[in-house]
Nanobody, 123 residues
Framework: QVQLMESGGGSVQAGGSLTLSCVSA????????MAWFRQAPGKEREEVAK????????YYSDSVQGRFTISLDRAKNTLNLLMNRLRPEDTGMYYC????????????????WGQGTQVTVSS
């Protein structure tokens, strides 16, 4: 059974940094995919970063490109999101997601989700 648990959220001033972590259980860490999403109040959920585990290829949304870094610590079963130069528009609930099927994930729906961690950036 796959379990995902996020941590590391908090309140920070614009320009600051945070690192989010997602500890996982039951993840194969082979030909699958993990991602970070966020959802601001009144807005749709947005995929901000994803990692293809087999090969390590990463992708970022335009809104976070150059500021956020997604990485995987296999030894600790942890997916991280380093967020630098934070902006007020980065505020939202951040979710970790995993799918063992890349085509399924790319169709727009990941099978497994964490409960989320709140990030608030003040100006």
């Amino acid at each position: 059974q796959v379990q995902l648990m996020e941590s590391g959220g908090g309140s920070v001033q614009a320009g600051g940094s945070l690192t989010l972590s997602c500890v996982s259980a039951g993840v194969r860490y082979s030909d699958d995919i993990m991602a970070w999403f966020r959802q601001a109040p009144g807005k749709e959920r947005e995929e901000v970063a994803k990692l293809y585990i087999d090969g390590g290829t990463t992708y970022y949304s335009d809104s976070v490109q150059g500021r956020f870094t997604i990485s995987l610590d296999r030894a600790k079963n942890t997916l991280n999101l380093l967020m630098n130069r934070l902006r007020p528009e980065d505020t939202g609930m951040y979710y970790c997601a995993y799918d063992h099927s890349i085509p399924h994930a790319l169709s727009g729906t990941y099978k497994h989700w964490g409960q989320g961690t709140q990030v608030t950036v003040s100006s």
